[in-house]
């Protein structure tokens, strides 16, 4: 019993700086956001997870930063934020300054399942246009979304 506690106690201290970094880093909790939606889909399968992640208080959305998804044509199929994207496609609409990045986040989706993909959008805190960058990973047929402002 106290071997066990002991290497708890080194094993804690060990992760808590690395923990305490993440949480204060917005794109390590974007991709640790995006994580535990994969790892819910996988558990739950699709409808229960696209469900929770249409929740405006769902447990896929954390201060500022939540989860939402798209399928593999960039047609949102979760937003926890604006329900009324939901079932619109926006693969063809671009950032201000002309980026394709929905076509990135889909064709980066497809080619490594995974991945990061910066573009500039309104910032609806500050009501300015601003660098952002979004977490991206594939699970099955959507691609599961975090993004936070640089």
């Known amino acids: 019993m106290k071997k066990i506690l002991v290497m708890a106690i080194a094993l804690f201290a060990f992760l808590a700086p690395v923990l ?4 204060d880093d917005p794109q390590q909790e974007a991709k640790a956001l995006v994580e535990s939606a994969a790892a819910f889909l996988k558990a739950n399968g699709k409808e229960a997870t ?3 992640m249409n929740k405006a208080g769902g447990q896929f959305v954390k201060g500022d930063l939540y989860v939402f998804a798209y399928d593999l044509t960039a047609t949102i199929v979760a937003h926890p934020k604006n329900p009324k994207l939901v079932g619109k496609n926006l693969m063809e609409v671009p950032d201000t300054d002309g980026k394709q990045f929905r076509k990135e986040i889909v064709e980066t989706a497809k080619a490594s399942g995974f991945g990061w993909v910066d573009y500039k959008y309104l910032n609806p805190e500050s009501k300015k246009v601003e660098a952002k960058t979004t977490y ?3 699970a099955g047929d959507i691609v599961l979304c975090c993004g936070t402002y640089k």
């Open 50 to 52: 696209l469900a929770e």
């Open 136 to 138: 991206l990973q594939k």
């Open 20 to 23: 305490g970094a993440a949480a």
